[in-house]
């Protein structure tokens, strides 16, 4: 899938388990490209696309599972904490994602964003916690 951002590069979203695959949808980058744009300040990608070879989806798949949101190509997760990550939860529930989840303790603090569907087999709008 072809898309371009000023804000996010295709290197950043490409699966990180080796492969290199860019599987990221263009109207999800269209729509995180909104956010940052609202966002006014920059935005760290902790985890773009994942393939069914990468070792988060591969083991969803392994215990029978579906691959989740992000080897869709319509998720990402976002490295933000505290007062930034309220902030920046308020925007993203603006511009239409319709899966959040909150990871806020330990050292890895994210927010993931997706804008999946229930056609998609997902249960959405849903928010949940790590």
Known sequence: MSWSSPYFS????RCQCGCGADGMHSEFM???????ADWGQPMT?????????HPVEAK????GRNPGAHASGRAADIAIQGED???FLCAALGHGFTGIGIQQK????????DDLTTDDGFPRPTIWSY
């Open 30 to 36: 269209d729509r995180l490209t909104s956010l940052r």
């Open 60 to 63: 969803k798949i392994a215990s």
């Open 106 to 113: 330990g050292s890895a603090r994210f927010i993931h964003l």
């Open 45 to 53: 990608v902790t985890s773009g696309y994942r393939c069914t070879q």
């Open 85 to 87: 990550a309220y902030n």
């Open 10 to 13: 295709q290197d950043e979203m």
